[in-house]
């Protein structure tokens, strides 16, 4: 008996596990897969997403593995400076192939002690008052308290759960690839920079070692059901470039769309859903993978309140009441973005526009915070503007605020030296500095790293313990 069963060892299942085993939860991983993705692809973690990795302790082994970007330039590819005053400590993109995301965070998962079982797929499960039962292609059944489909964008468990997909198919398809290239860089360079000022959706760009990464449009090439072949990349980089630049010998090729879906629900009894398999959008701004981590996170520390027993009434329902709204905001910019891409005149004319606001630094802000995410600000009903805001990792006595986060408990950061976390001092840490670089008193911050309360008197402190954090302890 597992406390929970996560379907898929993905960013986002990774992630979630970890964040379980920090309050010991037991927590099995199954994944279809036999081996890790043997193709890179280069997927850019946005600033929310370094802080949870600095929260966790995990940013400097993902930092040796990356290249750090500004962090502008990347809605709808529209070339811009990063905007200035961003409110972070990891103020840019860390562009990382995504099967070393994956291997770290699993590695991560494991060292706090999830088991991780691959080549096991799961086909269905049963779910009654106590529990889940989840079975495996090969006939096994496993018994655990909760399961959460973490299974990407083709989920089976939330095909089995019945929750509803609604959105729209593709219609734009892309293809995508690895290979070498035929003439200097030089020469591919100059063709780039022409090409680039009317088609957005195309691309080759130096992956080291004389490799490509290639993306072009697939429109009337081959069937969507077959696998793209290179002479697909071949025919559609001469027809806009009027050249194929000599590509051969390719490490991969695959196709993506631009279908956009969200799930109807993210709970349903003890069964969750999380990442790809609650929403897809188009790739454009880089969010998916971003999105499902940050699903994790918020996931993680409820569903461990739920299995350890001390999860208040409504705790982990606010996982649907949070990340809904943040997955819907995210497929609406990818639409957005993706309308900007068109060639078409009118697209074309709101593009140029934008453009020219963009150089107001507040419009490159607002859409720079939109895609990195540290615009978010959960709804906890009324208060000052921080709170239901993620905090900065802000400078305080012991060093940073998120080195004290690495446990995945609570924090009171006190700055009145006069507060207490009283009977919550299993699930919540306290730090008494007069110094800390804050504008307000106090805050409690979740282990999520959200705001969950700003004051200074003691009895409305403990509503707010008990309303985030359950009962005190005896
Ligand atoms: C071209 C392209 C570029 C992208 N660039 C970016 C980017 O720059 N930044 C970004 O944030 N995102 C990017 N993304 C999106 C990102 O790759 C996904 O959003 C991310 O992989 C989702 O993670 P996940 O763990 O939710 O799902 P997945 O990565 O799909 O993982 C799901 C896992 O579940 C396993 N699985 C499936 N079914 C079962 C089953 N029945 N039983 C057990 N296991 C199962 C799968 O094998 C897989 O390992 C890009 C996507 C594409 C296509």
Redesign the pocket.
């Known amino acids: 008996m597992f406390d929970v069963i996560i379907?898929?060892?993905?960013?986002?299942?990774a992630m979630l596990a970890a964040e379980l085993r920090l309050h010991d939860v037991r927590v099995l991983v199954?994944?279809?897969?036999t081996e890790p993705?043997s193709f890179v692809?280069?997927?850019?973690?946005?600033i929310r997403s370094l802080e949870l990795m600095a929260m966790r302790g995990l940013l400097d082994r993902i930092l040796q593995h990356g290249r750090q970007r500004p962090a502008g330039g990347f809605f709808a590819a529209i070339a811009k400076p990063a905007p200035k005053g961003l409110d972070s400590a990891y103020a840019y993109l860390l562009g990382v192939p995504?099967p070393v995301i994956e291997h770290l965070l699993a590695e991560h998962a494991i060292e706090l002690g999830a088991q991780v079982r691959r080549g096991?797929?799961?086909?269905g499960f049963e779910q009654d008052d106590e529990g889940v039962t989840v079975e495996l292609a090969d006939g096994e059944q496993l018994r655990s308290r909760y399961l959460v489909g973490?299974?990407?964008?083709?989920?089976?468990?939330r095909k089995r759960l019945g929750v509803g997909f609604p959105g729209e198919p593709s219609r734009t398809d892309t293809l995508?690839g690895e290979m070498e290239v035929g003439v200097p860089q030089e020469e591919i360079a100059a063709r780039m920079t022409e090409i680039r000022e009317t088609h957005q959706r195309f691309w080759l760009r130096p992956f080291g070692e004389g490799v490509y990464s290639v993306v072009v449009p697939a429109a009337g090439v081959s069937d969507r059901s077959e696998p793209p072949t290179l002479e697909d990349f071949k025919q559609q980089l001469r027809a806009i470039a009027g050249t194929d630049f000599g590509v051969h010998s390719p490490r991969w090729l695959s196709r993506?769309g631009d279908a956009t879906r969200l799930a109807e629900r993210y709970r349903v009894g003890r069964v969750l859903l999380?990442?790809?398999?609650a929403h897809i959008h188009p790739?454009i701004g880089?969010?998916?993978?971003?999105?499902?981590v940050q699903d994790a996170f918020n996931l993680g520390w409820k569903l461990a309140a739920q299995v350890r027993g001390w999860a208040p009434e409504a705790l982990l329902d606010t996982y649907q009441a949070e990340r809904h709204p943040v997955a819907e905001d995210v497929l609406d910019n990818t639409r957005a973005q993706m309308e900007l891409l068109s060639t078409e005149p009118g697209p074309q004319a709101v593009r140029r526009l934008l453009t020219e606001l963009m150089d107001f630094d507040e419009v490159n802000h607002y859409l720079i915070e939109k895609i990195t995410a540290i615009g978010i600000r959960y709804d906890f009903g009324e208060g000052p503007d921080l709170l239901g805001r993620r905090l900065r990792d802000i400078d305080v006595k012991q060093g940073h605020l998120y080195g004290l986060l690495h446990r995945g408990r609570g924090l009171l950061l006190d700055r009145t030296e006069r507060l207490t976390v009283g009977g919550w001092s299993d699930r919540v840490d306290y730090l008494a500095d007069p110094t800390a670089e804050l504008d307000v008193s106090c805050v409690l911050l979740r282990p999520d790293g959200h705001v969950a309360w700003i004051g200074d008197d003691q009895e409305d402190l403990d509503d707010h313990l008990s309303r985030w954090f359950g009962k005190p302890a005896d």
């Open positions: 379907a898929g060892c993905g960013p986002t299942g199954l994944e279809k897969e993705a692809r280069i997927v850019g973690l946005h995504q096991c797929a799961v086909t973490c299974d990407g964008g083709r989920s089976t468990v995508m993506f999380a990442g790809d398999a790739p880089g969010q998916g993978l971003n999105l499902g």
